[in-house]
């Protein structure tokens, strides 16, 4: 059974700074392996989808790399800013779903930007 | 392109009552899928739909049900409530084959007192 962790749980860096969010998965037989972020309250907004044959995908600011080979993900935001203040979630779409769309969750990151 | 919907956005409902939510995927996506978020346990999948047929299920009571219709709209329902269902209700959608990303509605918030 797949189990996906996040650490730290909890962060809280000034604003400007780069920081490196967390993901492992104990089943590295994955399709995909996707980054959301969630405000307090609302839903999931996609950031980046690595699928299990790429190392790395870029979007502005964000950069998520993968090694399946050591399930682990690590998520880099760059010159961090208030508005990146959320909760971030990794999820991984396993084989053994077969083509299902089934996503586990990890726990997630909540992480403050401050002033 | 319009994002996922879900409808309604809040909802209280007192214990035995049943409830049902719902879903419109992104025009042109054939699957979705339904998660319940709760502080104590996270996100947990519950089940998803792909051309108006269950393709995968989570480890939920039966009391949890859904169907899809031949839009690719779904539904859950959820019946005889109890307090423990107190959760946000989120649905994604996909283009459904193969190892597609997906996309959340804005959630269905459920109070069960």
């Known amino acids: 059974k797949q189990e996906v962790t996040q650490i730290p749980a909890a962060l809280s860096v000034p604003e400007g700074e780069n920081l490196v969010l967390n993901c492992s998965f104990t089943?590295?037989?994955?399709?995909?392996l996707q980054w959301f972020r969630q405000d307090p309250g609302k839903g999931l907004t996609s950031l980046l989808l690595?699928?299990?044959?790429?190392r790395e995908q870029t979007s502005g600011r964000l950069n998520a790399s993968l090694d399946k080979s050591s399930g682990r993900s690590t998520l880099y935001i760059a010159a961090s800013q208030p508005g990146d203040s959320a909760t971030y979630l990794c999820?991984?779409?396993?084989?053994?779903?077969?083509?299902?769309?089934?996503?586990?969750f990890g726990t997630g990151t909540r992480l403050q930007v401050t002033l | 392109k319009a994002g996922v919907t879900q409808t309604p956005r809040y909802l209280i409902k007192t214990r035995g009552q049943q409830v049902t939510l719902s879903c419109s995927p992104i025009?042109?996506?054939?699957?979705v899928s339904w998660y319940q978020q709760t502080p104590g346990q996270g996100l947990q999948f519950l089940f998803e739909?792909?051309?108006?047929?269950?393709?995968n299920k989570g480890n939920f009571p039966g009391r949890f049900s859904g169907r899809q219709f031949s839009n690719s709209r779904s539904e859950m329902n959820v019946s005889t409530l109890e307090l423990g269902d107190s959760a946000l209700y989120l649905c994604?959608?996909?283009?459904?084959?193969?190892?597609?990303?997906?996309?959340f509605g804005p959630g269905t918030r459920l109070t069960v007192t």
């Open positions: 994604a959608s996909s283009l459904g084959q193969g190892a597609h990303e997906q996309y």
């Open positions: 089943d590295s037989a994955i399709y995909n």
């Open positions: 690595i699928q299990s044959s790429q």
């Open positions: 999820a991984v779409k396993g084989w053994d779903t077969g083509t299902a769309s089934k996503l586990t």
């Open positions: 025009s042109g996506h054939r699957s």
């Open positions: 739909y792909f051309s108006e047929t269950q393709r």
